[in-house]
């Protein structure tokens, strides 16, 4: 089963069982994950599931598209080198992805 | 077991619900739904789920075990006809099945109806309306032995639908009955630039149409006939001339109703104690500095949002403010709009445009200051004007006029701390 390990701002962590072809914030929104807000339900339009993808997984993921990544310069918190909309990463058979949720979405 | 009852399973029930929790509220929580689903997000209906890009199952809330975990008691396929209440907010809320919910205190969480199209020939089999999962089942189940579409309303939901039904490799013609498409959400810029953009893609659009009658063919629909005598053929019609507020409930009750259910501040009805959150809420006008007594009614994912957190926090016994700034979105094909602010009572505009990257946006004043921007693929543009009226900064006017200029790059934080508004 792929799995989504979601840490927040202060350190807490959690695993959270994942299904194929969802997003990774529909993984967290669906199961409670605290720290990603989605008000769009994954459109493209809020940047309010904004995640720091660990450096090492950052590296496998697909990269982005731009619009992603302009909505990311308006993020609540500043954007850093892995950043990435949780909406736009897709769960695949052997995700193993480890993500930290910023302070505030909003 | 009396609780709270939220009636409305829909993202201002859900979000009241999860809130509260998030805020340790103890007592019994019971989300009620009508419709025979499990709590679900709507906007998808006339976009990635019309298209088939996603299925039914993304577009669920929470899981069970979410729910369950919550102690949330979620029940649907009870559609509540009669409520009765005691003056101290609690009561029974009785369903046409039967069944009967007791509540300690009561939440209107139950939205808006779509507008029915008042045409002879509105009830032949094929007239279609867009609004919730059965509606986009029964549209979807239908496309594929379509090949002409008169959709009725140039609005937000009929562009998104036409963009997709296009998409599909459908014939489509819009008939918008105003001079511009989405007159009553954007202005005349942005307006004429959907036109331009649909258009190209192949989809006929008829502003000042007057449709006199939608036409049989058989048993079924053929087509709209226009007052000049004109007929649009169509194997389906779809509706999409705006909704109405599902107010029957609260005014069977004595709340003030007008245009939604009134609400103060905190979400809180003419009652003292029933709240109301999300499209069927009337609510004093949130924007900062907005006019003293103006009241609002929004259709939004991010009003049902917010003023479900201020909702919960008054049920909680917090008075919180509404927070950030209502925006909006509407993604139509590869069309990307985003509202942020309210542009009425704007007196001027300027129009930022890059036809080589397909960005376009227009930013809307009051004098020097800025009250909304409406910017289409434009997200960078959009997260600075949103950034930016949530703080009460200044984008000037001059310098904002160059497209080339990051928006972000002239914004002049403001000089004193936000204000509290006054209470109206």
């Known amino acids: ?106 | 077991m009396s609780g709270l009852l939220i009636i409305g399973a829909s993202q201002a029930g859900v979000q009241l619900a999860v809130s509260l929790r998030a805020l340790g509220h103890e007592g019994p929580v019971t989300l009620l739904g009508e419709e025979n689903h499990r709590p679900y997000q709507r906007p998808a209906l006339s976009k990635e789920f019309l298209q088939g890009i996603i299925t039914k199952e993304s577009l669920i809330f929470r899981t069970q075990e979410y729910w369950d975990g919550h102690r949330i008691t979620v029940v649907k396929n009870e559609r509540i006809v009669r409520i009765e209440k005691k003056d101290d907010g609690s009561g029974t809320a009785f369903a046409r099945s039967g069944a009967s919910f007791d509540f300690g205190r009561l939440a209107l969480t139950v939205g808006a109806r779509a507008r029915r199209l008042q045409l002879p020939g509105a009830d032949l089999p094929g007239v279609l309306y867009l609004r919730n999962a059965d509606d986009a089942l029964e549209l979807k189940a239908r496309v594929p032995a379509v090949r002409d579409v008169v959709v009725i309303g140039g609005g937000f939901i009929g562009l998104e639908a036409a963009a997709s039904l296009t998409k599909l490799g459908k014939r489509v013609t819009v008939l918008e009955a105003g001079p511009r498409l989405v007159g009553r959400a954007v202005g005349p810029e942005t307006s004429e630039h959907l036109r331009a953009h649909h258009t190209e893609r192949g989809v006929e659009i008829v502003l000042d149409a007057q449709a006199s009658r939608v036409v049989p063919n058989g048993d079924a629909v053929g087509g709209v006939e226009l007052v000049d005598g004109r007929v649009v053929p169509a194997d389906i019609v779809l509706v999409g001339i705006g909704v109405v507020p599902n107010t029957e409930l609260a005014e069977s009750l004595g709340l003030e109703c007008d245009n939604g259910v009134v609400v103060d501040r905190y979400a809180v009805a003419s009652d003292g104690v029933t709240v109301a959150v999300g499209d069927c809420a009337n609510l004093p006008n949130p924007v900062p500095g907005a006019p003293t007594g103006d009241r609002v009614r929004f259709e939004s994912v991010n009003n049902a949002i917010e003023q479900a957190k201020v909702a919960a926090y008054a049920i909680t016994g917090r008075q919180e403010e509404y927070a950030g700034i209502p925006w909006f979105w509407s993604n139509q094909g590869e069309l990307k709009l985003q509202i942020a602010g309210l542009s009425s009572g704007a007196d001027r505009t300027l129009v930022r445009r890059d036809d080589e990257k397909g960005k376009f946006s227009v930013l809307y004043y009051r004098g020097d200051r800025i009250l909304a921007a409406d910017c289409v693929n434009h997200p960078l543009d959009f997260m600075a004007v949103k950034a930016a009226l949530a703080s009460e900064a200044a984008i000037p006017f001059e310098q904002a006029l160059d497209p080339e200029t990051p928006l972000k790059k002239i914004t002049v934080a403001a000089a004193a701390p936000r204000e509290t508004r006054s209470e109206t």
């Open chain 1, 1 to 106: 089963m792929p799995k989504v390990t979601f840490t927040d701002a202060i350190g807490d962590t959690r695993t959270v069982e994942a299904n194929p072809g969802d997003s990774v914030m529909e993984t967290a929104v669906r199961n409670g994950v605290p720290g990603i807000v989605a008000e769009c339900g994954g459109s493209l339009s809020c940047a309010t599931c904004h995640v720091f993808v660990d450096p090492v997984d950052f590296a496998s993921l697909p990269p982005m598209e731009d619009m992603e990544d302009e909505m990311l310069y308006g993020a609540a918190v500043d954007r850093a080198d892995t950043s990435r909309l949780s909406c736009q990463i897709r769960v695949t058979e052997d995700t193993d992805l480890h993500v930290t949720t910023p302070e505030t979405q909003v």
